[in-house]
């Protein structure tokens, strides 16, 4: 009986062996990356989502506070400051005043508290963000040398210069509109970690509250300017446009905490995606803290 015996050289297995093993770590790598895509269409698409609503909720409160900050700061609430009042009045007035100030604190630190982290983090990430973060500064600049310059024109003359306060107030509005447009969108369009977006969702409640407590203020005093002067009625109609600009702006605010605000139609998609926007490790680029 004749028995074939194959011999096979140690140094060709050991050179078939790691071409076996490069095929196994290849198939390895092409089935995390599969892996990765799947995760990612189906668990990163929604968490995108959800941060751009939260984005989006966020920003438009911030607008609609700094809109009825706006108004009640407005100089045409101080003009009745001089009147006499009945001293049965004093009370009520004492009170508008009062829900307009702690409105205007509550909202004003629970903005700054939930949104300087948002503009660090927006900042840091998105270099395209840090020009429209500069434009408050500069749009408060000309109200700044409005001002000073009508300081030095009273100082002067004892007289108000011609442009008061048309002029100052119109730059105050118009700087408003646009430091919260640059703000809203430098937000918007920045990659932002969900913890400091969450952190803002929370407080975005208290700076409705600020608003709520603005408004019934605002509200209590003209009541009680009705009540204290007997043209008061008439002195009311020329305040009734702020006072709508600001229910509307509480009405947003509102609907914006309770409701789901949908991102603006500019933004990309939730299924315009691509593998380029993950790392390594498989997270979106937009989803990181």
């Known amino acids: 009986m004749i028995h074939t015996v194959h011999y096979e050289p140690q140094s060709q297995r050991q050179r078939f062996e790691p071409r076996e093993q490069q095929g196994n770590d290849l198939e390895r790598r092409q089935v995390d990356l ?10 990163g698409v929604p968490r995108r ?3 751009r609503s939260i ?16 108004l009640a700061l407005s100089p045409y609430w101080t003009q009745a400051h001089g009147i006499q009042t009945p001293p049965m009045l004093d009370a009520l007035f004492g009170l508008a005043g009062h829900l307009v ?10 903005v700054l508290l939930g949104g300087i982290p948002l503009v660090i983090s927006a900042w840091r990430t998105s270099p395209r963000s840090r020009f429209l973060f500069l434009l408050p500064i500069l749009a408060s600049l000309p109200i700044i040398a409005c001002c ?18 048309i002029l100052p107030v119109l730059l105050f509005y118009g700087g408003t509109i646009v430091s919260t447009s640059a703000i809203n969108r430098a937000i918007r369009q920045a990659r932002i970690a969900d913890t400091w977006l969450r952190f803002a969702n929370q407080l975005s409640r208290l700076v409705v509250l600020g608003m709520v407590l603005m408004l019934i203020g605002v ?11 007997p043209g008061g009625v008439a002195m009311l109609v020329y305040r009734l446009p702020l006072a709508f600009g600001m229910l509307l702006a509480v009405m947003v605010a509102l609907w914006a905490s309770i409701f789901q605000v949908q991102p603006p139609a ?15 490790s498989g997270e979106p680029w937009g989803d990181r803290g």
């Open 34 to 43: 599969l892996l990765s895509l799947h995760l990612r269409l189906n668990l």
């Open 219 to 229: 509200v209590l005093w003209g009541v009680a300017l009705a009540l204290a002067v």
């Open 148 to 165: 000073l310059l009508s300081a030095f024109i009273m100082l002067l003359s004892n007289q108000p210069p011609p442009f008061f306060p």
């Open 49 to 51: 989502r959800t941060s």
């Open 55 to 70: 984005v989006a909720r966020v920003t438009t409160i911030f607008a609609a506070f700094m809109g009825a900050f706006a």
């Open 101 to 110: 100030l702690a409105g205007a604190l509550l909202g004003v630190g629970a």
């Open 266 to 280: 500019s933004q990309p998609r939730p299924h315009d995606v691509s593998p380029s926007e993950l790392d390594s």
